[in-house]
């Protein structure tokens, strides 16, 4: 099982971004998937999350962001709008995921991380 980031890129602050992860392998289910940040010089934080029925958000995106999924592809997005310059860091994508090899245990896997960069 991988989870693939991509989307990152340079933008002026106001702008926007989408952010995509898709996971591949032999995956039997997909419970929780969510999105981190790693800014220079600073821990990795939760931006936000997704189950099959909920959504959470750091404060500091709320408002901005907004994470979705499509299950039929095994993906997650991150849209993020009205983007600043503190929201500049290293975003990784994570999941708990079955796979199929191992029914009933789930294991955290983690994307290889996309830069986001927004300029003032």
């Known amino acids: 099982v991988q989870l693939q980031a991509s989307g990152g890129g340079l933008v002026q602050a106001g702008g926007s971004l989408r952010l995509s992860c898709v996971a591949s392998g032999t995956i039997f289910s997909i419970n929780v998937m969510g999105w981190y940040r790693q800014a220079p010089g600073k821990q990795r934080e939760l931006v936000a999350g997704?189950?099959?029925?909920?959504?959470s958000y750091a404060d500091s995106v709320k408002g901005r962001f907004t994470i979705s999924r499509d299950n039929a592809k095994n993906t997650v997005y991150l849209q993020m709008n009205s983007l600043k310059p503190e929201d500049t860091a290293v975003y990784y994508c994570?999941?708990?995921?079955?796979?199929?090899?191992?029914?009933?245990?789930?294991?955290?896997?983690w994307g290889q991380g996309t830069l986001v960069t927004v300029s003032s």
């Open positions: 997704i189950t099959s029925d909920s959504t």
């Open positions: 994570a999941a708990v995921i079955i796979p199929s090899s191992r029914v009933g245990r789930p294991s955290d896997y």
